[in-house]
């Protein structure tokens, strides 16, 4: 049914409540799936069908391979999905081509972006989570529904991927916490960790590497800025798969406080990554350009040539960090 | 005193008693110095000198740049040392030229490696420790000293080194709740994360930049294998500081299970790194070559050309992986 009324913020308790009286789940994951969305909508299907519910998981685009470990148990099942749940995302344009048909009608959302637009009936957000899959973990809780390896394993991938592996700042002491009873269930998080950060194909070390030798600094050095083109990716058989969580290579040098990577998507239309490692907040700049995201991880798409968005950004950036632009 | 009489295993209990019994203590850590051996040398400093003990810290080599945030409140006093503790080292041959003069007067050994040699007239060993930071926290609860914030900043930056920041398999569901209480004195732990692995000089990005490309596979693909000679370092004004925990580059590719990272210290004469990432017992490998450490991280010395150690640590992997040597 088309969402009409004003969106609701429920806790916990509510969330677990509707998970218990709803049947039939059709759960939505971003467009470019990372191993937030994904841990989420697999975790919270295993949860579903666990309790005797129907559930399906969708997105946009493939999911990854990377995470194929989670799929293992999947089972494709038709029935008339009664129930639309949204997982990890802030707003309804990362639903994608395929899944925004679905923008008017999602009944629940559950994330963790200070950002999010608030678009479903119900709205389950905790901004100071450090995943989606955290505020999933504490509604399996509340819902007492048992966490069986197969679950603990979907969480703890979105955990490490949106902490960096417990390294950014979102994580907390209740993070490590909670990473302490996902790996009470004997899952292998040093094969999830492997398969997460440091499984790399020969495509993605060679767009590493060129990230790296292609690193331009601006600002002092305050800020980096690197750009990957359509032409390169064709010409390395690079696949968007091989981009995720790239963005943290742009703060590596010490000097750097805000890092941009520019991905080419069509001609003429650039895909944003900005991160922060000091007390800039991109979010901010990244809204400025019609995007969001987190304080220190966020993201805008942007139109022009390279020259020019280049520029924008820098000004936009320079801006916010006080920096006179002509240090440009 | 010079140690006379076989080791004594001991427990927490009594490892607390012998800290409060003594007073002046001299704590050694291991030559090129880690984030483990720094963070459990100072942690354990502090802890000594917040219930009234002297106690100075020493080191074969320089006291690495990137710690720079534990050493703030480290004060030189003068007093005669009566009591050796050596911190993170599994045998004495790690405690370098300056350091090695000690060797055979040290009281307590603190550590986590299986392949402690067992020097110590004490030895207070957790080999399935993440850390001897982890073991160091343990003691410190054990003798009731509290741990402030100073002292968890340096238990927390061993622990991350040692455990890749909670991803090695020697990550514990005791590390993750270890880190939660240290999170919980209000360290900036997101500044130490970002200091032991994300903050790096052009040289250190130069010298990854270059070990990459020059990562050569053999095995089918499933030895990595990379070297780092003294004219490389020279061309680049790379230290030995900006080389630490270089060798999980080696085994990013997929198909690598174990991967390999020499460094030329003199002239024919090579350290050895070697990681596994699988099933392959790298400490009995280096083993055979006088050297030690852990399952999945160990190293040794080796002599001679490149191309002869090259070959004799291919064909050490060969043999305990069971791969015939003509793949090579």
């Not at 997982?87 to 963790?112: F, M, P, Q, S």
């Amino acid at each position: 049914m088309k969402n009409s009324t004003p969106p609701t913020m429920i806790n916990y308790e509510t969330a677990a409540k509707l998970l218990h009286e709803h049947d039939n789940f059709c759960i939505l994951t971003h467009r470019s799936p990372d191993g937030d969305t994904v841990g989420c909508g697999f975790g919270l299907y295993y949860a579903l069908t666990s309790i005797g519910k129907n559930a399906c998981v969708l997105c946009s685009d493939e999911f990854p391979r990377r995470y194929n470990y989670l799929y293992g148990e999947y089972a494709g099942k038709r029935f008339n999905p009664g129930y639309i749940i949204a997982v990890d995302i802030a707003d309804t344009k990362l639903l994608g081509t395929e899944l925004k048909k679905y923008a008017d009608y999602i009944d629940l959302c559950i994330d963790h972006h200070h950002s999010n637009t608030h678009y479903a009936k119900n709205m389950l957000i905790e901004g100071d989570a450090a995943a989606a899959c955290e505020v999933l973990y504490l509604l399996l809780e509340a819902a007492q529904i048992p966490i069986t390896k197969l679950i603990a394993e979907c969480l703890y991938t979105g955990i490490v991927t949106d902490s960096g592996c417990f390294k950014y700042p979102a994580t907390t002491a209740e993070t490590h916490l909670i990473a302490a009873k996902l790996i009470n269930t004997g899952i292998p998080y040093a094969y999830i960790n492997r398969q997460v950060f440091e499984t790399k194909s020969k495509q993605r070390i060679a767009i590493e590497s060129y990230a790296i030798s292609h690193m331009e600094y601006y600002l002092d050095e305050k800020c980096a800025f690197v750009s990957i083109s359509n032409e390169l990716l064709l010409e390395t058989g690079v696949k968007d798969d091989d981009l995720e969580g790239l963005a943290p290579l742009t703060t590596e040098l010490e000097t750097v406080e805000v890092g941009i990577l520019v991905k080419e998507r069509d001609k003429g239309k650039f895909r944003v990554s900005m991160r922060s490692v000091k007390n800039t907040d991109v979010s901010s700049i990244c809204s400025k350009f019609g995007g969001g995201g987190h304080y220190f991880a966020a993201g805008c798409m942007i139109e022009g040539t390279l020259p020019d968005i280049r520029m924008k950004l820098l000004k936009a950036v320079a801006s916010v960090m006080g920096i006179d632009l002509w240090v440009i």
